[in-house]
Every structure is written in structure tokens, then in C-alpha cells.
């Protein structure tokens, strides 16, 4: 039995299916239109009662032309091979214990692409379908996924190319012509042979934050953290690989509150945001530490001392564009003539609000990028 087949429609022009029960959209006081997913409903003859807002633009079908019409003629599907979808399913006339069709991706005339689930929806276990349900969802997110995807690994794989090759090329050169190297240059290569591996191992290190972060599992392993001692640290290693100590200004506000949170995750952050300054700005790398109020909205625990520590990163620069700021935290982005992955800040980022904290971009006093990151206290709550 084909699709809307068995009798003639009404003259009605029905937007709502008849009568709904209780836990329906519209028993729920939310219409058709209300709904962010396109909404094609059939009924009993398989005749179109229903085609919301939503499903007029994923389809580029007006809803006037769709409502009153057999649902093949109204949603015309086909399959990736050509093939008629409707008649392919045959929601109708097919086994009466099907339920319904899992999402897949489908074509409309003209090549469009959409996604499309079906239910079937029976009065009675293998009684005969009363009515189809399709919802329709516009491919466009998913193909962004997808080509942030392709984009990840055309970048991996372009960033572990180089120190691989260099890697091998050092190693075989050394085995096969090892005695012909002065100790001098032995240990050169073998330096540069432990520099490219420290660069695929924060590359590794790089991805699995980004997994973690895009599932929802970067998992914080809460210290107390003194935020000042690790803010010196870092400037002492930059100190000590020959930058000028008068090149950082670092101030510290007292009393910071207790900060308990992830020493890890903190000296990936600060280290991110520091290397940033050093590499990408000029003059004066000031960093303030201070306590500040909460990040997350509307808590207030009566004093602002106790609730959050706030640090920011300056430099004085050229900054960062105005068009870009809004891109900042984004996947591969780049400031001018930047080198490396344009992962860090999204990492930066993911860390920060996976502390419960915010962080902002903006620019400096001086001129140059400013980033400031403010963490909530964070007291684990076995020792409150």
C-alpha cells in the first residue's frame, strides 16, 4: 500500500493535529511553530495535517502547498542511492510491528540534504498507523562538526609531520653513522631529537584535552593552589631562559581567598597566557592577581574577598583586532603571523569553565591583549 492512498481529503486547512491527548505539544500550551525541529505530520490516510514553521524552512516548501497533500507528494525523499524513500519504508502498508525510522541523512529534490526520523503512531500494538510523525533537522551543524573534525586532523597531522621527520631523519643518520660524529654534535642532534619529542608529546597532550573538554570529561582535581607561587614561577623559568626581568611586572593583591582547584590545569592555563604575552606582545608582561567576586551568576557569599581569584595578563603590544575578539577562544584561531596549533586558548578556555570560571579577552590599558581569568573558590565539598 502506497503512501496516502486510501481516501480523499477534507477541504479542512489543518495545521495542529485533531484532538490532542494529554503530554502533547499542544495539551503543553506549545504550538507547532514553537518547536526549533522541523514538524510533518500525517494522518490516518496518510494525508499531511501538519507542516510547522520550521519544516517550510529546512524544506523550502511553503506550508500552504504541503498541509492536505499525501505525505510522499508533500515531503518528496529520497534516499542517498535515488532511491524513493517513502516507498522504500512504506509506513502504511509495512510491518505492523515497526515503530518508526532512526534519523538518517535524505535528499529532497534539488539535492538538498536533510536529516529525517520517522514514528509511526498506532492505536493499538500492530494495529494499523493512525498517524506519521517526521521530525526534519538541517544538516548545516553537523557539517560544521564534521569540518571541524577534518580541520583537526589535517592540522595534527600537519603539525606531527615535521617533528617525526626530524626525528627519524636525526636517528637514522646516528645509527648508521654514528662513529663519524664528534660528541659535540652527537649531543646536538640527540637535544633536537628530545625537543621534537616534547613537541609531539604536548601535541598528544593537546588532543586529549580537547576530547575531554568537547565529551564533557575534563575531569579537575581540586588543591589548595597558591596562585601567586605558581604566577612566579612560571616568570622565574622565563627569567632563567634569558628574558629581562624588568620585563614582567607581577602584583599581588592581599588577602586572596583560598583557591582550591587543579595545579595542573592552572599552570597550563597560566603558562598559555603568559608564553602568549612573551611571544606575541611587547614591552611590560603585567600580571595582576587579585580576589574579586564571583564568576557565576547571582552567588554572593556577603563578602567578595571570599568568593573568587581573578588574574589578568597584559602586555603592551599591538593587541588584538577588534573583528577577532569574538574568535579568540575559537578552535585553529590564529592572530597574526602566530605559529603553533590555535588550540591553546580553546584548551585555556575549557579549563577555566571546567573550574566553574569565566575568562574574557579584551585589550589593555597600554594598548596590547589583555586576558583576565577568574576562578570561583571552590572548596571541595567533603572538607565544607
Excluded at 616534547?198 to 588543591?223: N, P
Aim: with cysteine.
Amino acid at each position: 500500500m502506497g503512501v496516502g492512498t486510501s481516501s480523499t481529503p477534507g477541504t479542512r486547512d489543518v495545521r495542529h493535529p485533531p484532538a490532542p491527548r494529554n503530554g502533547e505539544p499542544a495539551a503543553l500550551g506549545i504550538a507547532p511553530d514553537d518547536l526549533p525541529d522541523g514538524l510533518v505530520v500525517a494522518d490516518e490516510h496518510g494525508r499531511v495535517v501538519c507542516f510547522n514553521t520550521a519544516a517550510a524552512r529546512i524544506t523550502a516548501i511553503p506550508a500552504e502547498d504541503a498541509l492536505g497533500q499525501p505525505l510522499e507528494k508533500a515531503l518528496p525523499l529520497e534516499d542517498l542511492e535515488g532511491r524513493r524513500w517513502w516507498q522504500l519504508t512504506d509506513p502504511y502498508g509495512g510491518l505492523a510491528i515497526r515503530v518508526g525510522q532512526p534519523e538518517r541523512n535524505l535528499l529532497l529534490h534539488g539535492g538538498r540534504e536533510v536529516l529525517v526520523s520517522a514514528k509511526y503512531v498506532r492505536t493499538r500494538p500492530t494495529g494499523p498507523v493512525r498517524r506519521v510523525v517526521v521530525t526534519l533537522r538541517d544538516t548545516e551543524a553537523r557539517r560544521r562538526t564534521e569540518r571541524s573534525h577534518a580541520e583537526l586532523i589535517a592540522t595534527v597531522a600537519h603539525e606531527l609531520r615535521s617533528p617525526l621527520t626530524s626525528v627519524k631523519g636525526f636517528t637514522a643518520t646516528l645509527l648508521a653513522k654514528w662513529e663519524r660524529f664528534t660528541d659535540d654534535q652527537k649531543r646536538l642532534m640527540l637535544e633536537t631529537v628530545d625537543a621534537d619529542a616534547d613537541r609531539v608529546t604536548r601535541l598528544i597532550a593537546e588532543l586529549l584535552d580537547i576530547s575531554r573538554i568537547d565529551s564533557g570529561r575534563l575531569e579537575v582535581r581540586r588543591q589548595l593552589v597558591d596562585i601567586g607561587a605558581a604566577v612566579g614561577r612560571h616568570v622565574q623559568a622565563y627569567v632563567s631562559a634569558g628574558q629581562p626581568a624588568d620585563r614582567f611586572l607581577v602584583r599581588m593583591e592581599q588577602p586572596l581567598p583560598e583557591l582550591w582547584a587543579d595545579p595542573d590545569k592552572i599552570d597550563q592555563v597560566l603558562s598559555n597566557l603568559i608564553e602568549n604575552a612573551v611571544r606575541h606582545g611587547e614591552g611590560t608582561v603585567t600580571i595582576d592577581v587579585t580576589p574579586a567576586p564571583s564568576p557565576r551568576e547571582g552567588e554572593t557569599t556577603g563578602t567578595i574577598e571570599n568568593t573568587a581569584t581573578s588574574v589578568t595578563v597584559r602586555d603592551e603590544g599591538p593587541g588584538i583586532p577588534e573583528e577577532s575578539m569574538n574568535r579568540v577562544f575559537t578552535r585553529f584561531w590564529r592572530g597574526s603571523k602566530r605559529g603553533g596549533t590555535g588550540l591553546g586558548l580553546y584548551i585555556v578556555k575549557g579549563i577555566v569553565e571546567a573550574h566553574g570560571g569565566t575568562i574574557t579577552v579584551g585589550r589593555a590599558p597600554g594598548g596590547g591583549a589583555e586576558f583576565r581569568f577568574t576562578l570561583p573558590v571552590g572548596t571541595p565539598a567533603h572538607l565544607l
